[in-house]
């Protein structure tokens, strides 16, 4: 049996919370979304890594967004992470000049993301850290986690999230020191060495 109701359960369209995506590949990336940090800037650090399936195999469409305090520990206020051309209506992507603090990235065909954002200061009680949201196939919800950077281990202690969590979770949310200011930092959505994620009330 069809219905020509709009309010019936036959013709209500499923929503994007509702549906296996991935629906982001249309007008969410823009140009240097993974440029954060202002060109040339002192305290620019790399984040990079993969994002794993349980099963250990990398997501080669997966998304993630950033954000992070500046190296003074506010949150920046800065417009300009998506300006658009008025003549034409593109993207221009930022100015290179203003910190946003804010960033969005997508894993390539192996899996792999980055970003270039400025080293996070402490805000409060809180560690520095930077806050990710990670979009991905199969996740009907996005998840919420965080990446500590392992320089801050006196602050770790005092953290309330970190306190809270037994060492051997506490360590999927610290990232691994490279050298030369780049951090791997590996997303393991379930199985394994999880990656802790937040939920928000």
Excluded: K
Excluded at 76 to 88: E, F, I
Excluded at 145 to 165: F, M, N, Q, S, V
């Amino acid at each position: 049996m069809t219905t020509t109701d709009a309010n019936g359960p036959g013709g209500v369209l499923p929503t994007p919370s509702h549906t296996v995506g991935p629906f982001y590949g249309y007008a969410l990336p823009f140009p240097g979304g993974e440029d954060i940090a202002p060109l040339g800037h002192p305290d620019t650090i790399t984040v990079h890594g993969y994002v794993l399936d349980g099963a250990g195999a990398p997501l080669p469409d997966a998304f993630l967004e950033l954000w992070g305090a500046g190296p003074d520990g506010n949150i920046p206020t800065a417009d300009g992470s998506m300006r658009r051309d008025p003549a034409n209506g593109g993207h221009l992507g930022r100015n290179g000049v203003e910190f946003t603090g804010w960033g969005r990235t997508q894993t390539d065909a192996d899996g792999h993301w980055y970003a270039r954002t400025l080293r996070p200061g402490a805000r409060g009680a809180s560690a520095p850290y930077l806050s990710v949201c990670v979009f991905a196939r199969g996740l009907l919800v996005h998840l919420f986690t965080r990446l500590y950077l392992p320089e801050d281990t006196a602050a770790h202690a005092a953290d309330p999230l970190l306190a809270g969590l037994p060492p051997e979770r506490r360590a999927t949310l610290v990232a691994r020191d490279e050298g030369r200011a780049t951090y791997r930092f590996d997303i393991r959505l379930q199985g394994e060495g999880e990656t802790v994620f937040l939920e928000y009330q």
